[in-house]
């Protein structure tokens, strides 16, 4: 009997040797990651990196980041794998980022999740060190737990989030008869609040009930998305993009195949966030709430923005100082590039009034995710001009529909270009000159891809 | 208490004394017969007689007399020993066909302890047929502050999967695979069919005989489609002595727990037995951590420890069954109803988030008539007959109609940008959703289920078995304040399922070789139709999702007695799992939301395991069991691998089937270790991997512990305070290993660690003490005795140091 307990006792020793191995097998976390540093002169760049989710391309699969000195990210020897070695984002599906302009700050409100709603604000120390700063402040009561949210231009002061929701308006003649109820509208609650991102908590919080005019309101066309506010060069107004939809008035249902209205902005007083007022391009058509980049940005005076679905394709809109459109700036796109259809899906202006744009059109080959081979341009917004940029190698994998922000340093604008689930780079191009310089190499992985540079 | 006991163990022999009595007729070998009576002469049934150590048992009949069949020629060791009374050993010697052997035993209550010994005959007799089965026994918890869950969690490979405090819902994961990939019986009827207020959250181990937890490999004859293994409870018979039992525990969060049971066998057979329950908690324990917080009314967030404030739970239940037992045509024949309502609050969503709910609850019923029927040697001898039917309605409505924001300090949040009054959630409800309004939820459901089982043994050596269930649901949902239209289109979702199975059981060489081949066949309809309007309004489209699908399983499990302290056991089986109702429909009160078109999930399960013992050194005992197990999985049904999918704003969660294989290999051990009747003491140990790939990535399943230890303590003192009065104490821990709830993104990639599910330490003090005639027994225990934060499943938190005391009554000999 003894010696079954010594048999038994080798036994145990023998399984937990065996299990210690297990545990122990796979514990090489921390290999390979690299410290990134910059002179103090430097700024960071970070850059972002979309998981495939289900499909290739669909981004939904959660969003990494990476930071790297502006030297660093010039150099093509430099090798960087955001989705290996980058922090991840608290998001679900693409978190939508924003930075601060000298890129040592990172905000995000989680879009969904546990903390979906909340506003949260990083300190990037390079690679993949982003430090959460302070405690988060939410937005969730406002405007949902995955709110559209962007970052005004005001040195970095404030941001702004939206909801809005929709409701039918029926005169039912005050009979239960439904055969003689009369539509009169779709009315569209608007929601806005503004965040204080230095102190991170709320401005200001405000409600409108809005309606376009009663001729069009009474066919059914009616408000059914907002984003992307932008503050006017005085600071005294904030405008806020707007989808434009239809309802059939007989039916209620989503109607299809009907005129595209002037392009709408809604401009609000600023900061009380009252007195809502809607403003309407004769030039664009279509819709100006983009989709997740900026779509409108301040520049000498007044505000650029472009519209998207427009049946002329793209345009860049001017809204002047009167905070009205200025028909009078006509800049579109099909002609400055030469193609039909086209279609802005991220732009962004240095401070000289040239951009970055990235575009599609009608003649983009569909790529892995169906959203059309994208290409760049570099845009002159005071010439109206827009010149492909020819430097990148594109292919029809190259799908920049989530393409989300461009870091701007100086006169350089830094840009990611990769095709879905292949590798590639990060390109900086001097808007003064239109040099292109190909700069560090971006390691991708199976059905990801790249959103831009912060 | 002791006729309870000796139920116990009378009830854990008789099925080795039934089969022992088949043999009878085919026998080679001599027969041992005798007599067991007290010092007045009087017979006692149900003593244990054992030869052999174990090797051989019986249970001596209402006359006192046993008889055991297929013994060898030779000299042999013969125990006999019954509750209350002295152990007796004789060595015989049998020469001849029939040798006889009586005991005259002496009355002692200090060897009470003694059946649990036999008792464990049982339990050895299913744990080495060569399934991977663990059998936990719930006569000690039953006196104790212990729910059935918390038994099952100390169990080694089995991990409990609950989403908070006393009534919340609980998972079971097996040896890493949870969900509905885990089947639960009572008495091989699935126990979902009972609905969720009938649950191992409402049944009190009292009311359970033993509980058998099978790993990877089911039998034939718990007939299911289960992929990570099945757990059948066993509930009480009763069949032998007439008695009332009646128990209250009251203890820390306002928890209230009350059950009775009784069983009455009149003289010509006709038999009464009952069961109920009632169970409330406020549930008001304290949770932190990420999404705990509170909302300034400038919305500032600043994290806290709060109190759970809407998490109430009430249930309350009763099972009563009338019929016959022992007579000439029945074994067992009940007809009875089954019975219950619960009330549960619900605090938040599938995560604990910033804004917690308030108000909203959900409340459901069943009522459910029963039958079963059991016959031994129907017709003819060594053909058995199970029958086990019920029919009924389970209701379930969830109600959320307040649209006011409340923070975790449980108050209404003051909004500083509206003269801190309070606000309206732009949804007018708790949880969020894409339409305006309030939610009264109610899903109504006919469920019926059979299930039955013939078996016939054709000699001792070959018995063939052949069951079938079937369950459907037919399930009706509709939203009292959505319009009348679309309730006028009320949806159908009706699930049925049919599954056949036929065993074949060998035993060869002196049962020291055992194997049991088995195949099955699954078919699961589904049907739903949501009528709805076509674009115009002018007609109704009817949007009919139909499946009729079938699938084919098998498997085997086969153990070799080495020697009489060895046994090899192998098992494999290739399992499949239908998707579950909830998986495929929803179910709005649990944060699910449906999935009509997931597919079922189909593994190649392994396990190979040794037995070792029980190895006897003067006063020590000591039993080992070790199993290895691989699992492979086609599409594992699990949470979305996409954290996007888990829904627009994750206080819902829809399952869906993982794209690629997963793979599971892992390692099992338990040691149990006992000095004289005093000191008992059980240590186990489980780790496992569980990996599928993601974009060319291998990565750990989420949400799955993967390394679990358990162990526990007891210690009895004999005559405490008065003669025959015993005080047992008890220890036990819980160890579960951080694991993530998320899927990794990359190799080396960092964030900031919210969804890791930190190392858990958990453990647990109790003591009883049971006053001499063993009518009285009371129970004082602490639960997370160092207030550690406990997790289970995501990051809901569960609660924290808890006391309970309890008193239980017992009356035999009515």
Redesign the interface.
Known sequence: ??K??IR?RS??MA?AA??FT??CSDDD?????VTETKADSDRWITVAGA????NPGDG???T?VYAVSSEEAKNPDKEI?V??????V?S??TARLQASQDGNTLFNITY???????FFKYAVNGG???N?IG????????????PRWIKLFDEDQTGAAV?V?TNDVVDDKGTDDVTDDEYIKTESKI?IVTLDLEN???N??KEHTIALDDADASKGYYISRIDMPTLNATGDKLYIGAQVRKKNPE?L?SDSGYEILGSKTIVLDYPSLDNPTIVTSTVGHGNTNGYRSINSFEYNGAVYQANQSDPNGSHILKIGADNQYDDAYEFSLDDALGVTGAYVLAWRPAANGKAVLAYRHDGSTEGAAGRGESFFALVDLNAKTATKITEVPYEVDMEMFQYQHYAVYGDEIYFTAAPVGKDGNIYVIDTETGNVTKGAKLIN????HFIGTW | MKSLLLLLGFLSVAAMAQRNHHRQHGGKHAVLMGKVVDTHGQPLMGATILVDDNKYAAVSNDKGMYFIHNLVLGKHQVKASYMGYVVQQKPITIRQRKTLCDFELKEDSQSLQEVKLSAKSHKTEIETKGFAVSVVETKEASFRNIQTNELLNSTVGVKIRQNGGLGSNVEYSLNGLSGSSVRIFIDGIPMSMYGSSFSLNSIPPAMIENIEVYKGVVPGHLADDALGGAINIVMKKGTDRNYVNASASYGSFNTFQANASGFYRFNKGFTVKFSSFYNYSDNDYEVWGPGVVDVLPNSKTIEIKAKRFNDAYESKGVVFQTGFTNVSWADQFYIGFTGSDDYKEIQHGAFMSTYPYKDRFMESDAQLATLLYQKKDLFIDGLDINLNGLYGTRNRMVSDTNPFIYTWRGELWQDGQNNNQPREYNYGSQQEKDTYGPVLNFIERHVSSMRSGLSYEITPQHKILLNHVYSGIERDDYDEYATDLSNAFTETKDLYKQIYSLSYELNLFKERLKLNLFGKHYRQKVLNNKPSFNENRTEVINDVYKSDKDYNGYGFATSFEVLPVITLMASAEKAVRLPSENEVFGNAGDNISGNRSIKPEISNNINLGIRLGKFSYKNHGLVATTNFFTRNIQDLIGLPINANQLEQDDEVITYGNLENTTKSKGVEFQLNYNFKNNLTAHFNYSRLSLTTTRNGLEIDVANTPLFTMNGGLRYTFQNVFQPQGRLNLFYNFYFTDSFSYKYADGTHTADNGSHIVPTQWVQDLGLNYAFPKNQWVVSFDVKNIFDKAAYDNLSVQKPGRAYYLKLNYTINKL
């Open positions: 009997m003894k079954q307990i038994l036994l145990v399984l065996f299990t297990v545990a976390s921390g290999a390979g990651v998981k495939m989710g289900t939904n699969g959660g990494l794998d989705f290996n070695y980058g922090y991840v608290p679900n599906r969904a999740g546990d903390t979906g709603g909340s993949q060190n982003y959460q405690l988060p402040v939410t937005v969730a009561q406002y405007v949902g737990t995955a909801y929701s929601a991170q908590s709320i200001e919080f039916t249902e992985t199976t059905g990801s």
